[in-house]
């Protein structure tokens, strides 16, 4: 049974893990989408829009679900594990559950993130951490978290 969330949810994760489209060869009108079953949100703990102050500095944490966090707006310094990034307008950090992560604003400049944590049964396997988006990307993921504020 798919909740709003659910769907909402399949709409983010469709930006970072497109699927290919094939055209149909006895009807070309049709495009077909395969989907692998690569994807099952069991829950959702956080999804939220924050605006991150020039000082701003948390110190981390680390959690049994996974965590997507993704830059709106300013530039935010994020830690994965040892790892340390710094992240502008437009990018997005995927964090697997159990890795400890902080967030700090960058260069002394103000930032607009959302984050969205949750648990899957199913989850695409990946060594990518940082994901680009587009305008258009970051437009559909404003456009989903105002649609699930209603």
């Known amino acids: 049974?798919?909740?709003?969330?659910?769907?909402?949810?399949?709409?983010?994760?469709?930006?970072?893990?497109?699927?290919?489209?094939?055209?149909?060869?006895?009807?070309?009108?049709?495009?077909?989408?395969?989907v692998k079953n690569a994807l099952s949100i069991r829950s959702l703990y956080t999804f939220f829009r924050k605006q991150i102050p020039r000082d701003y500095n948390f110190k981390g944490e680390s959690h049994d679900f996974h965590e997507i966090l993704c830059v709106m707006s300013g530039e935010v310094g994020v830690t994965a594990d040892k790892n340390v990034y710094q992240l502008p307008a437009g990018q997005a950090i995927f964090h697997r559950g159990g890795e400890f992560h902080s967030l700090w604003s960058d260069l002394g400049s103000a930032a607009e993130i959302i984050v969205f944590s949750f648990t899957a049964d199913e989850f695409p396997e990946s060594d990518k951490h940082i994901f680009s988006l587009s305008a258009q990307q970051l437009a559909e993921i404003s456009s989903i978290f105002s649609a699930a504020q209603k």
Do not use: G, Q, W
């Open 1 to 34: 049974m798919h909740t709003p969330l659910n769907l909402i949810f399949s709409k983010i994760f469709d930006i970072f893990f497109k699927t290919k489209e094939t055209r149909n060869m006895n009807n070309p009108y049709y495009v077909e989408c395969p």
